[in-house]
Structures are given as structure tokens and as C-alpha cells.
């Protein structure tokens, strides 16, 4: 079988099915699997949450101009806590840092910096990507298509040369080496406001937006994370829900199938427009549990602009459901969000 799905196939929107049952039908299109958070990309020929094989060409364009793009963490015991982090206090100062962090920012979108706490840890986590440089690897992978395939999204594998890759592993660093940055001035800002012990806390990271040149084949990650040895990853659940951290059962059968990758958010549960109504079918006390858990995300009429309601944690699906369809993911942990900043497009 060509397509396995790690998700209801049922659930999958049909805009994103009808693009992937087409993208099926290529020959030069090896094994494809299907994640959980799967969704319609109007830019490109196959949905986001998806992750596919090929061995005589690759596809430079598919996973768009943020090549690199992933999640990192850095992970602080609970010891090492020493109170609680001040909102009120601290809210504000903390966004205005993480807008400083680096010279290109977060990104708009979903991209965001969040401190997050699980029962044993607290978690600075980052969901950022390659910013300028993509853009310019982007640029470059359009004209290697004008020049040697002109109205097609794939070059013979040949023209991934040594250059080639090193150019693109350029872009991967970058990514990588701008979310080790934020989460380790995240960290200076928790020890220098003493919310933190100094210590020696840990530092993981994956990438979701890659073409990974193997030995006889490519892997393309469009919107699905890489899973590398027992690594653990983070995915992104939601604003007011959290993270899930897992990491691969390297013995289960299953993996090989999901090309070491699995999904890289949650996936929607309700569209955009069902979650406004979902929140305005609450009841006013449920409604104010979320006001009171995030009260700097309130604008100045006291309410959740409508943006913010549809990151909201009923938007999405949860945890069990992410692990029910991917088995040979190990729950590792799972965290709630303490505060996030997000939207620092430059
Ligand atoms: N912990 C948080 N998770 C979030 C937040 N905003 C979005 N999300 C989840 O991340 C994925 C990835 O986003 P994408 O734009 O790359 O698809 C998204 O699907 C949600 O599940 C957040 O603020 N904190």
C-alpha cells in the first residue's frame, strides 16, 4: 500500500484528501504517510501533515519557504523552580525580550516561544524556522526549476549535488541554531528575575519542514516531524492546552511505515468558525476559567479577540487521540501552558 494513514482517514477534510489522492497517482512518488494533523495547503500540490519517499527526483518546493522550521525545548527540573512565574510582573517584559531575542524574530502564524510546565518540569519550548535564509533557498530552488524542469515541481536527483545539500543543510543549521538562541535567552531571562535555579537543563529539538537526503531515497516532511534514534520531540498541541513531548519505539513495525515521522500539531478538530461557536455556546463560569488562566491575552474589552479563540485547546485534538493512531510513539511527557508570546513577524 502506497498511503498508510496514522489518522481516521474518514476525519480528513476532503479538500486535503483530493489533493493527496492526485499526488498519489505520480509514479515518481514513493511511500506516503499520513498524520494526524493532516490539512489542506492551497499553495502546493500536497497537504500539510504528511511526510513521502522518493528515489529518482525530489520535490525542493513542497515543504514552502520555511525550510527548517520546527520545535525546540529546554527542559528545567522542578528543584531547580523556585516560585512561580509572575504574569502580572513579568508578562510584558518577557514578550518585549523575546521580540529582541534575534535579529529575524519568532515569525507570524503559530510560530511562538511558550514556558510550559509538566508535573516534574518546567519547559521552555520554541516553534520557529529558517526565516530570510529559507526565503532565499526558496528563491534559489525556483530557478533550479525554471532552468532544468520549467512547469514542474520536481528536478532529477542528480541535481541535489554535494553543493547542493551543503547549501541546504546551511538552512537547516540556521533554523536549528535560531531556536537553540531563543530558548537559552528565555532561560537567562527566568535566572536573571530568579525564577530559576542556574543549572545544567537539557536542550532537545526536531525539525517538521525538510527534505532529508538519505543514501537511496529522499524523504520530504511537509508539516511532519523527524524522528531521529530515541530523540525525544515536542508536539505542539495548543495555546491553552499545551505540549505533548514523545519519542520513537524504535521496535515497533509501525515506524518504518511512518518514515521516522510523525504528526507535528494536533490537527483541528472544529474549523475556525465551529470554534467561535463552540466558545460562544459556553457557559459564562467556563468562560471565565480561561480568562482567569490567561489573563494577558485579554484585550480591552476583557474578552479573547477572535484569533486568539481559535487557537483555543477545544479547537484541536488532544493528546490521547494523537497517540491512539500513531502507536509507536512513547508518551514521554505532557505540559500546560504557563505563558506563550507569539506573533513577532518582522
Ligand atoms: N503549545 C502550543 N501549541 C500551539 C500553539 N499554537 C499552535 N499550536 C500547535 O502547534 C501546531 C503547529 O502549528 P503549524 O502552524 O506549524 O501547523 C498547531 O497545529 C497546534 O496544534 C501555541 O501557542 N502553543
Not at 187 to 193: P, T
Request: net charge negative; glycine share 6%.
Amino acid at each position: 500500500m502506497k498511503t498508510v494513514y496514522f489518522t481516521d482517514s474518514s476525519g480528513v477534510e476532503q479538500n486535503a484528501l483530493l489533493s493527496l489522492l492526485a499526488f498519489e497517482e505520480k509514479e515518481s512518488i514513493g511511500q506516503i504517510a499520513v498524520f494526524p494533523d493532516i490539512h489542506y495547503c492551497s499553495e502546493r500540490s500536497i497537504p500539510v501533515g504528511v511526510a513521502f519517499q522518493t528515489t529518482d527526483v525530489f520535490l525542493p518546493l513542497v515543504t514552502g519557504k520555511d525550510m527548517g522550521c520546527g520545535v525546540a525545548y529546554l527542559r528545567i527540573p522542578r528543584q531547580q523552580v523556585l516560585r512561580p512565574f509572575d504574569k502580572a510582573r513579568h508578562y510584558r517584559a518577557f514578550e518585549r525580550e523575546v521580540h529582541g531575542m534575534t535579529d529575524e524574530g519568532l515569525g507570524g502564524g503559530n510560530h511562538f516561544l511558550a514556558l510550559e510546565a509538566s508535573d516534574d518540569y518546567w519547559y521552555i519550548i520554541v516553534h520557529t524556522g529558517s526565516r530570510n535564509l529559507g526565503i532565499y533557498m526558496y528563491q534559489h530552488n525556483c530557478e533550479l526549476l525554471q532552468q532544468y524542469n520549467p512547469g514542474h515541481d520536481w528536478l532529477p536527483l542528480e541535481l541535489a549535488t554535494p553543493e547542493y545539500r551543503r547549501e541546504y543543510d546551511r538552512v537547516l543549521t540556521y533554523a536549528a541554531s535560531r531556536r537553540r538562541e531563543f530558548v537559552y535567552k528565555a532561560y537567562d531571562f527566568l535566572l536573571r528575575n530568579r525564577y530559576v535555579l542556574p543549572g545544567e537543563p537539557v536542550f532537545a529539538d526536531s525539525c517538521h519542514n525538510l527534505l532529508e537526503f538519505k543514501a537511496d531515497s529522499v524523504i520530504h516532511r511537509k508539516g511532519s516531524t523527524q524522528l531521529l534514534g530515541e530523540g525525544e520531540v515536542v508536539i505542539p498541541l495548543s495555546m491553552s492546552r499545551g505540549s505533548l513531548i514523545v519519542k520513537p519505539n524504535r521496535w515497533d513495525a509501525s515506524l518504518e511505515q511512518a518514515l521516522w515521522s510523525c504528526a507535528h500539531g494536533a490537527g483541528r478538530q472544529h474549523s475556525r468558525t465551529d470554534t467561535l461557536k463552540h466558545w460562544h455556546s459556553l457557559k459564562k463560569a467556563e468562560k471565565d476559567a480561561y480568562r482567569q488562566r490567561f489573563p494577558e491575552l485579554l484585550n480591552r474589552q476583557g474578552d479573547f479577540d477572535s484569533s486568539i479563540l481559535q487557537e483555543f485547546d477545544f479547537a484541536y485534538k488532544d493528546s490521547t487521540a494523537l497517540l491512539a493512531t500513531q502507536p509507536y510513539l512513547i508518551r514521554c511527557d505532557e505540559t500546560q501552558p504557563i505563558v506563550t508570546v507569539k506573533f513577532t513577524g518582522i
